[in-house]
């Protein structure tokens, strides 16, 4: 209205790999939108009963462990849930912090405040003069990281990601790579980004040789590429836990092959390991199939553990006594306890994903319509992952 945006939110819900539909509200408060779902499945006579585990992208309206929509949905609901954080949004963030540190914050939402970003954001940037060659040094382990994997399973922009870190291990950069149409910059989506930074190197620009851009090279190179590849094609959430593991020990890795790192860039990474620990919590551990001393837990309040940032097996990467049970966590009365499913014990794969990309195309598909029928109005959207009992336990 009179030019402004109207804003309306978005929150897209699949189960068992299900489209179930969509809700919309005019706010964010996650009161407001745990009602709406809530609402939505009573409506549809979809039964909560055996709701067991719910995931999302990661937003802080979401995660909240005091407000969060999960948290108020287990509240109405009566039991706990195993919470599933999207792994590749948590993955972009150790990008994301690391960049800002080293070139600057960014500034609305495709937009950046340092030298190194605006270079990236350039419309021109595939048509600057290239290098005959970066002088890249790959390790025999970079080269395994990128050898074991194809671009099969990938989005545009991973594909475009792959081929860029595959042009650095050969170093040759080809015709058709170098001619790739690059996705603009997106902060919400920064395989972009990663993108960017890679073509970046491989022109003759004053910046491309500076230290940022080749920390941030090698970062993506030994750290957000080769975990990018490893959850897309190890999808499912008893793989989460592992990842995790494995990202925290690459961070580590990286730190120490980069004595000069400045230290805001070590804290932001590791604060960023401790903020966004979820594929660690007991509750994924129980779900992950990892060799506990118990197949049931107590309903707790909902809170991100503690990680050892030296851990080298899964089991140790939360500072938690097994055989004492988890008593950092507080207990949540009224709530059922999570169980470990048949889906573990059995040694049944599940399909439950520990990424919600494909939750988020179904919320492209949504805003879409949307924009089709009613016209443009600025769309806020989140994607929600429900997973029922059906799916975790199957009827013998």
């Given amino acids: 209205k009179g030019g402004r945006f109207e804003p309306t939110h978005h929150l897209t819900m699949v189960g068992d790999g299900t489209y179930l539909g969509f809700v919309q509200t005019d706010t964010k408060e996650a009161t407001v939108q745990s009602e709406a779902i809530k609402g939505y499945l009573e409506e549809h006579g979809i039964k909560t009963d055996n709701l067991a585990v719910i995931g999302c992208d990661g937003e802080v309206t979401t995660t909240g ?12 609901l009566g039991q706990s849930l195993v919470r599933v954080v999207c792994l590749l949004h948590t993955l972009e963030l150790f990008l994301k912090k690391l960049f800002c540190v080293l070139d600057g914050p960014t500034t609305g939402d495709a937009t950046y405040s340092g030298p190194v970003g605006k270079a990236i954001s350039r419309r021109d940037l ?17 080269y395994m ?15 475009k990601l792959f081929r860029l870190c595959d042009s650095l291990i050969e170093d040759v950069l080809t015709d058709a790579a170098a001619d790739m149409a690059l996705s ?55 793989e989460g836990p592992s990842h995790f593991l494995t990202l925290v020990m690459r961070v580590n890795a990286f730190i120490k092959s980069h004595p000069a790192l400045p230290q805001p860039a070590i804290a932001a990474l590791h604060r960023t390991v401790q903020n966004n620990s979820y594929m660690a919590h007991p509750h994924v ?19 991100k553990p503690v990680i050892n940032l030296e851990a080298e097996r899964v089991e140790d990467l939360i500072f938690v006594s097994w055989k004492q049970g988890v008593p950092h966590f507080k207990s949540a009365g009224g709530l059922r306890p999570i169980t470990s499913p048949p889906i573990v014990a059995g040694g ?40 029922l009992d059906r799916v975790l336990c199957p009827k013998e």
């Avoid at 595939?126 to 005959?132: E, F, M, V």
């Fill in 126 to 142: 595939q048509s600057l003069p290239r290098k005959g060659s970066t002088g890249y040094s790959a390790t025999v382990e970079t």
């Fill in 65 to 76: 462990w005091r407000t969060g929509i999960m948290t108020q949905l287990e509240q109405s």
């Fill in 184 to 238: 603009g910059p997106n902060h919400a989506r920064w395989t972009a980004s990663a993108t960017r930074i890679l073509r970046l190197y491989w022109t003759v620009h004053p910046l491309s040789n500076s230290d940022t851009v080749q920390t941030m090279v090698d970062f993506i190179m030994s750290v957000y590429g080769p975990m990018y590849l490893m959850i897309k094609r190890k999808w499912q959430l008893k």
């Fill in 348 to 387: 049944v794969e599940g399909d439950i994903p520990c990424h919600a990309q494909m939750v988020e195309r179904m919320v492209a598909l949504t805003s879409s319509a949307v924009d089709t029928s009613i016209g443009y109005r600025r769309q806020l959207a989140t994607a929600f992952q429900i997973h």
């Fill in 145 to 159: 990281d990128f050898a074991c994997h194809g671009e099969q399973e990938l989005s545009e922009d991973g594909r």
């Fill in 285 to 303: 551990l129980l779900f992950s199939g990892v060799d506990l001393p118990y197949t049931e837990m107590p309903a707790t309040e909902y809170r």
